[in-house]
């Protein structure tokens, strides 16, 4: 319980971060109430293609768990081992994510939402929908939403407020507008996204293998796919907005054919409403947001996408949340309550770790579009795994560095980066591809490692 | 004139870029209207202690030039024609700027600022004061205003909008929230400003070198004063927010008078109102703004600060301004008033040279705390000096390129960064000091610069 006299929070936005939240603070004793801008989407359709399947790895889980409903949430999930790089000529390579038993997981979005709000009523959160956040009185804690149905405005005071309001969010622009020296940055790609589907076989059976993650990556773009529960895949293409194969340069589903047959031949055979979905799916921007702070004297702090909006290249975005949510959690207990010490130890924890992902985020878009299919890349993934094999304290890759611990992602970024240029060296040795498992290799990466 | 449908232009802020603009377009027929948030300074008392002294330099003069204001405003300037650097012991260092006829000069940013509203309206700018702009409808050309004084609404609709309001553009944060993929990025740095005073002597005169700027270089920090009319000096100092020395540790009087006594010992006894001015003005941050695109189709437009918000230390934030109006003139006469090609192509040509002046200043603002008064900077800038002098062609400082050219921005960073990297080499040479200005030296040079 709160030894400080918070006992109100508000949590403005009812997404993953958002419902997550107001769990953890529930279940503490803080009376707690959600307002949400779009509608209950239990009850009502939401709108398609903006979907980008989720990812859910460790830090998610550990989120999860922290409130026991890790269990409930892996039954719609389905484990992706490794990834299956689709090549033009549509020859597969397999690669494994981690070790045999290790997986990510591909959750519906939406599902995992629905649960969520309906745990964080049952832990007594009150989650008011359609109500959009108009503007926030910092001073006063008192936060402004107007409904976005019957355009009525009223206004909410707490004790506390959380902008959990994701990469748009409207706690984060109060912040850049009224207090001093906010630190900001919103970065767009030259890369946007766009939603396709692989429905299932004619049994209902999956098309394609259904525990990985499917890559085609083609250098200057890609397109992935995720499973689905139902046997379909949704599939992502992340194309650039301009320049010679771009979305500039696909107008009609004669030109968007021609494309796909050129240089995803293997996929179109089984989208069925490939042109029905590129033309009406909306084109999504990808956007890396940084601020500082997150926080408000005792009053108000940011979480989730609303602090650190980044792209989904490392399928952490959700993740991060949770971790975020997990941490503050964790420092409720080490200050007992005292908002005064935890909202300042929050942001110092997370921000440099926040930073890191949406570094990371971006270098893995590169890795995963222009190297992912490379003989030399496939050789130094080959290595890594070798040595992490023999020396599993020694070397842990990367990616199960990032998806597969719980190591802060800063910690995690400066590891990555020595170890590349530890292998810089290594792949420029003569003959590599030959004694790639000698004996001497081997042991030149022992000594750098040391 | 104007040969498409453009006839009404609205400038938001009266400041100097707004006001400069404003005159360019009125003398080409344009029917011009400004809104500007603050009272008109011409009638009314403006606070004090955010004045930091202008610095017109040659593309300041050229924006000038442009609409023939030069020899009234060189009127109004004293010429700096170098630094005088303080040490703590009280030992000056006098480094001369440019050539010997060629100098900077200090301006009063209220009296230029004035003059060029009193020629705005001779033009016949209609300029509206008290209108605080509350948002635009880019879509149809209509900006909303509210009265500081009284409260009244109003919006104004024109067939082009200039946003010249400054670093906290008003105009900029619609395109934030409403353009998509606007990039944007406001980042303070970790300095602050505070504005002091030396006042003149008895008899009026100045009680320093009048003609150059005066620094205190001291590592982490530093304290400049640049000549006014009246004989005073206005003074500023750039200090951490946080930190050993810094705003958080001066908490009164004695700790002030304490610390002014021990660093800037010559100055402390010509700073009679030391410690009012101290505590009585603001603290200032220090922002760099950089977003992009500056416009909204054929519609409307960001200019000077809004667009590219810079630190002082290079004295080019009013100077960058100007060399945006005259840029924009010479492509409404190349592309004979068309704005659908104007707009594009104003964007395109300054915004590399805008991002490029801003990290200029930054790095001038290290330069400038950090190195100015090292015996090893000051060699290094005789070194340069002499190659200046012998091969004019071939080596021209940066400064100079930066406050005495027209050189794009962004081919001073380049060139700048060409000539660091060469005289880095030169540094190193064993016994410089000795053979600084001999002829293998300076055939070294030679050869790295062909």
Redesign the interface.
């Known amino acids: 319980m709160a030894s400080s006299s918070v006992k109100n929070i508000t949590i403005i936005g009812a997404g993953m971060v958002g419902s997550l939240l107001s769990i953890y603070l529930a279940r503490r004793g803080y009376k707690v109430s959600i307002f949400e801008r779009r509608p209950d989407m239990r009850t009502e359709n939401i709108p398609a293609g903006r979907s980008i399947n989720l990812a859910l790895s460790d830090r998610g889980w550990r989120g999860l768990e922290g409130v026991g409903i890790e269990t409930e949430i892996r039954k719609i999930g389905i484990p992706m081992s490794g990834r299956i790089m689709h090549s033009i000529s549509g020859d597969l390579t397999y690669q494994q994510y981690g070790e045999k038993d290790q997986a990510i997981y591909a959750t519906s979005r939406g599902i995992l939402n629905c649960e969520m709000m309906n745990l964080a009523e049952k832990n007594g959160v009150k989650i008011h929908f359609n109500e959009r956040c108009a503007g926030i009185d910092l001073e006063h804690n008192t936060a402004r939403f107007e409904n976005t149905l019957t355009k009525i405005s009223s206004s909410n005071s707490s004790d506390l407020i959380f902008g959990a309001d994701g990469a748009f969010s409207a706690a984060r ?1 109060q912040l ?2 009224t207090t ?9 790609l030259e890369h946007a996204y766009k939603e396709l589907m692989i429905p299932a076989g004619p049994g209902g059976e999956f098309q394609m293998e259904k525990h990985a993650l499917h890559i085609w990556p083609r250098g200057g773009y890609m397109m992935i796919a995720l499973p689905n529960l139902d046997g379909s895949f949704t599939v992502t293409l992340f194309f650039p ?1 301009e320049g010679k194969d771009s979305f500039a340069t696909i107008n009609n589903p004669s030109e968007c054919l021609q494309f796909f047959n050129r240089v995803f031949p293997d996929a179109v055979k089984i989208m069925p409403t490939l042109t029905e979905d590129f033309f009406q799916n909306p084109t999504g ?1 990808l ?1 890396t947001v940084k601020c500082f702070p997150w926080t408000y004297k005792d009053k108000m702090a940011l979480i989730g996408d609303s602090a650190h909006a980044i792209t989904p290249f490392y399928g952490q975005g959700m993740n991060c949340g949770f971790e975020d949510c997990t941490v503050l959690n964790s420092l409720i207990d080490q200050f007992d309550g005292d908002w005064n010490k935890i909202l300042p130890e929050y942001q110092q924890a997370r921000k440099p770790n926040s930073d890191a992902i949406a570094d990371l985020a971006v270098m893995n878009f590169i890795e995963m579009r222009d190297l992912v299919g490379s003989p030399q890349f496939l050789l130094q993934k080959k290595i890594e795994a070798r040595v992490h094999d023999k020396y599993p304290q020694k070397w842990l890759p990367l990616y199960s560095q990032v998806t597969f611990s719980s190591i802060p992602y800063a910690d995690a970024l400066a590891n990555g980066r020595r170890q590349q240029s530890i292998m810089q060296e290594v792949m420029a040795m003569p003959d590599i591809d030959k004694r790639w498992d000698s004996s001497e290799v081997e042991n030149f990466i022992l000594q750098k490692i040391s």
């Open positions: 622009l850049q507008l001093e020296r906010f630190q900001y940055s919103q970065n767009y907005f921007g956007v």
